[in-house]
Each structure stands twice: as structure tokens, then as C-alpha cells.
């Protein structure tokens, strides 16, 4: 690991802890101004609002620029070959180990409060008249989900740690709660004539999502490792954005459980890029000509008979003239 790998890292948590800091205060700013009367309708041509809309098209594009110019080393033959590229190797890593059990434990702190407020809605819904309120099915598959989310992180994680192939596309089980959390959010917010409130929910949750997916998707066919620093990037931005709306406390817990996946890979893969493994290439077996001379086995052959005894001819002749005489 050389300067530069150490500082590509560091640009990419730097700049994203940044645009952060930035969204968090923009969005701050927006609640506080850009909305009026009872039902906080937005104000049209509010500065805080553009100022937010220019800092997310910055965001998009900076860390765009990243993924394009961050430096990646070609790989082996024999890994090349196979396809596969990992690149949160991170055996004995006790760092990556206490990141990926920080956001497991986050994951399942937001399980049991799901839960809760899907039972209460659906409690209600029972009792309730109108059938068309929420009746909280999504917000109880979210919680289940949370659950299911944690068992994937904590396996991946450990997976990693202790330097196994097997397991650290589990990661995908937290991107099935990132679906389950979409349709949530979408059907509680769709209603709500004010886009504003729940459009930075959205796209960070669409966001996480997608990063789990990217990054199960390292050890199992042809990663992506560009749009996943991309993704993890835009992920800790709009987390963060979102989550200084006063959300709930399980969205919260959830929200920091993705900014901290993220922070993972901001810390791994660039690094990891571009220094590739240096395994060694399977010894091909090579035929070696003595040895199958020696292991082939050769025919038998017939033993040497004796040679038979052939009389002259002119001694045969003799014999046979004393014979007729």
C-alpha cells in the first residue's frame, strides 16, 4: 500500500463526510424557510431548496468523478480468468469486523419498534370502519426484514474477517430489507402532496439498496467496484440528508446502518482496487514423458525359439541316390 492508495481512500471519506455535513445543513435550512402555512406547502423558487437540488447534482457528479479517476490494477491471469474480483478482503481485520457488527446491531435495534407500530397499525385498521387506512402489513414486513437484514450483515461480515469465500454474498438479505423499506415508505408518504417530505427518504433507502446489492454482487460473478464507491458515497449523502427531517427512531437506526456499511466500503475497496491479490496460480499438471515410460507397461515378447537345422542341398542329394540304390 503506497501514499497515493492511502489518499484515494481518504478523498473518498473526506469529500463524502463533507457533502454530508453540507446536505444536513441545507436540509435544515429548507424545513426551516421553504415551507409555509398549515399544511407546510413549499415555497416556490425557495433559495434553500435550489441551493439543496444544486448540492445533490454536485454530489452526483463529484463522487462521479472519483469513480471515474480512482486507480485500479490490473488482475492476475488465473483471477482474471475466473472472473471474480474480491475486494473487501479484510482477513483479521478487527476494523471491518466491529464496522459490519455496528450496523448488525443497529439492523436489529430497529426490528422490535417496526414491529410495535405495524401491530398498533394493524390493531387499528381491525377496529376502524375505513378500510383504506394503512394496516401496517408493510411496516411488520419491514421489521421482519430488519431481522433478516442483520443475520445477512453479521454473516457477511464475519465471512470476511475470518478470510471465507462462503457467506459474503449473504449481504443480499439486508438489500431485501431495503425493498421492504421502499414500498413501506413509498405507501405511507404517497399521499402526501408535499414531495419534499419523503422524495430524500426514498432515494436514500433506493440508494442503500443498492448498495447492499453491489456488494454481494463482489464475490459472486463480475462486480462493479466503480459504482459501488459511487453508490456508497451517495449513500452516507442522502442518509444523512434524510435523516435531518426528524424521521422516526427505527428509519434512523436504519439510515446509520447503511452510512456505516458504506464508511466499510469507502475504507476497503479503493485500496483494495488497486492493490489486487497476489495469489499463486494453480500448478498446472505437466506430463512428464519419463515417468510415463517408466508407468506404461510394454508388451510381452514371445521367447527366441531355436533355429532348425536345414540340411544342404547337396548333402540331400547324396542321400537320396544311396537310398534308391
Not at 13 to 31: E, H, M, N, Y
Not at 200 to 227: C, D, F, I, N, Q
Request: proline share 6%; net charge negative; hydrophobic share 50%.
Amino acid at each position: 500500500m503506497n501514499r497515493q492508495d492511502t489518499a484515494s481512500r481518504w478523498g473518498w471519506l473526506v469529500c463524502s463526510a463533507v457533502l454530508a455535513g453540507g446536505a444536513v445543513w441545507l436540509r435544515r435550512w429548507q424545513i426551516d424557510t421553504a415551507f409555509e402555512g398549515d399544511l407546510n406547502l413549499p415555497v416556490a423558487g425557495a433559495p434553500a431548496t435550489i441551493c439543496l437540488l444544486c448540492l445533490m447534482a454536485i454530489a452526483a457528479a463529484l463522487l462521479g468523478i472519483l469513480a471515474m479517476v480512482q486507480r485500479e490494477a490490473p488482475l492476475p491471469r488465473h483471477l482474471h480468468r475466473q472472473g471474480r474480483r474480491d475486494l473487501t478482503q479484510a482477513t483479521g481485520s478487527g476494523l471491518h469486523l466491529a464496522l459490519t457488527l455496528v450496523a448488525a446491531a443497529l439492523l436489529l435495534a430497529a426490528a422490535p419498534m417496526l414491529l410495535q407500530e405495524g401491530a398498533g397499525l394493524w390493531q387499528a385498521f381491525r377496529l376502524s370502519a375505513d378500510k383504506t387506512g394503512n394496516n401496517g402489513i408493510l411496516v411488520i414486513l419491514t421489521g421482519l426484514s430488519s431481522v433478516l437484514a442483520f443475520v445477512g450483515v453479521l454473516v457477511a461480515g464475519v465471512a470476511v474477517f475470518r478470510g471465507k469465500q462462503g457467506g459474503r454474498s449473504a449481504m443480499v438479505m439486508a438489500a431485501v430489507n431495503g425493498c421492504a423499506w421502499m414500498m413501506e415508505s413509498y405507501r405511507g408518504h404517497a399521499a402526501n402532496p408535499v414531495q419534499w417530505d419523503y422524495v430524500p427518504l426514498l432515494l436514500a433507502v433506493v440508494l442503500g439498496m443498492l448498495l447492499y446489492l453491489e456488494w454481494a454482487a463482489l464475490s459472486v460473478g463480475k462486480p462493479r467496484p466503480r459504482l459501488l464507491l459511487w453508490l456508497a458515497g451517495m449513500t452516507i449523502v442522502f442518509s444523512a440528508m434524510a435523516a435531518a427531517a426528524h424521521t422516526t427512531l427505527s428509519g434512523n437506526l436504519m439510515l446509520a446502518a447503511q452510512s456505516v456499511c458504506a464508511v466499510a466500503v469507502l475504507w476497503y475497496v479503493p485500496v483494495n482496487l488497486a492493490n489486487p491479490p497476489q495469489q499463486e496460480e494453480p500448478e498446472e499438471l505437466e506430463e512428464q514423458p519419463e515417468e510415463l515410460e517408466e508407468h506404461t507397461e510394454q508388451p510381452e515378447q514371445p521367447a527366441a525359439q531355436e533355429p532348425v537345422e536345414e540340411m544342404e542341398p547337396e548333402a540331400d542329394l547324396q542321400a537320396t541316390k544311396r537310398w534308391e540304390r
